[in-house]
């Protein structure tokens, strides 16, 4: 597990600590993903592989928030399906209100009133995006309740094509690159990053083909080398809500005890208020020890204004506009600090 260094980070200021106290965070991989199938019925599969709470875990396609857990207990080895439905209804169907999250058991809405539903599995819901997971190009990542990125993937549409430069999708990809949670099968970055023909050199690809025929791109096994090698590359047929060819069961629940000092003294940066149409002010829980930049990016990953941080202080004010003193249009924008500890980010929408 490692911080969060770029800009999807900034979605730390709605994160929270797990409100149950007694019951330890989860920790999840990601594990099957299945896109352009009928309606936009897409999936995301996450296994458990530590024990816990799911709250706070957070799933991103690109820069794009698809959902943030509430608090519900998971074990070793369980499945979670996250439906992205842009249909809504037509991608679960069933009664009204029968097709629930599913917080109590992967069987609390039965797959016999939900038909996209699977009882080995919890079964959730997001229409965060109007038409589904990208077919083209994507980095799907998870992050845990303190923003530090668990797991993710670079995928590429086909072979041979490749996302034009400074789009999301490499931006992101440069994010996942940075926290050692994507890399080459060798080890490493590739000179350049994660971009251009580097990133469908590196990414596992043809996720739009095997979709057309209703495939999915699975993880091979139990392991996680974070590159292209822990995923098939070849047309799979879907095995939502059960281990993958190649996968076996995993053990009791144990505590990662070596995750938590990697987390220790992350700066948390906040954005006061986080919506606004007028100035917005970002906060450190305690004064810079050194000048620093401020930088700040819009959705795109695109930089629109930096600012200087003045050591001994632990809060600067942007005005909302950019480097030529023009408004800026409304929407998400990110703010990052690089600080001896470490980045912090956090998000502000604007609004007209």
Request: charged letters at 15%.
């Amino acid at each position: 597990m490692r911080l969060h260094t770029a800009l999807a980070a900034s979605f730390l200021v709605i994160f929270a600590a797990p409100a149950n106290a007694g019951t330890s965070p989860a920790r999840v991989r990601l594990n099957e993903i299945g896109t352009n199938f009928s309606a936009g019925c897409d999936v995301i599969e996450l296994r458990v592989i530590e024990c816990g709470t799911m709250q706070g875990i957070t799933v991103f396609s690109r820069f794009d928030l698809l959902i943030q857990f509430p608090d519900f207990n998971v074990s070793r080895g369980d499945l979670v399906l996250l439906h992205v439905d842009p249909n809504g209804a037509q991608c679960t169907p069933g009664a009204p209100g029968v097709c629930a999250d599913e917080t109590t058991g992967p069987a609390q809405a039965p797959a016999a009133a939900c038909l996209s539903h699977f009882d080995t599995a919890y079964d959730w819901h997001t229409t965060a995006l109007s038409s589904g997971l990208p077919v083209n190009f994507t980095v799907v990542w998870v992050t845990d309740a303190q923003g530090a990125i668990m797991d993710a993937v670079c995928l590429g549409g086909s072979f041979g094509s490749h996302p034009p430069a400074g789009s999301a999708t490499e931006v992101a990809a440069g994010t996942v690159a940075n926290e050692g949670e994507w890399q080459r099968p060798e080890g490493g970055v590739p000179p350049g990053g994660f971009a251009g023909e580097n990133y469908t050199a590196y990414a596992v690809n043809d996720l739009f083909a095997a979709s057309n025929i209703g495939n999915t791109i699975q993880r091979i096994d139990d392991t996680d080398h974070n590159h292209k090698g822990d995923w098939s590359t070849t047309n799979l047929a879907p095995t939502w809500g059960r281990l993958n060819v190649g996968q076996g069961l995993f053990g009791t629940c144990v505590t990662g005890v070596d995750d938590e000092p990697r987390v220790a003294g992350r700066l948390r940066l906040e954005a006061r208020p986080s919506v606004t149409r007028g100035p917005a002010e970002f906060r450190l829980a305690a004064p810079l020890a050194t000048g620093s930049r401020l930088e700040i990016f819009d959705a795109q990953g695109r930089a629109t204004r930096v600012l200087w941080w003045w050591a001994g202080s632990s809060s600067i004010t942007w005005d909302g506009r950019d480097g030529w003193g023009r408004e800026v249009p409304p929407g998400p924008y990110f703010a990052r600090v690089i600080t001896p500890r470490g980045p912090a980010v956090a998000r502000v929408t604007r609004t007209r």
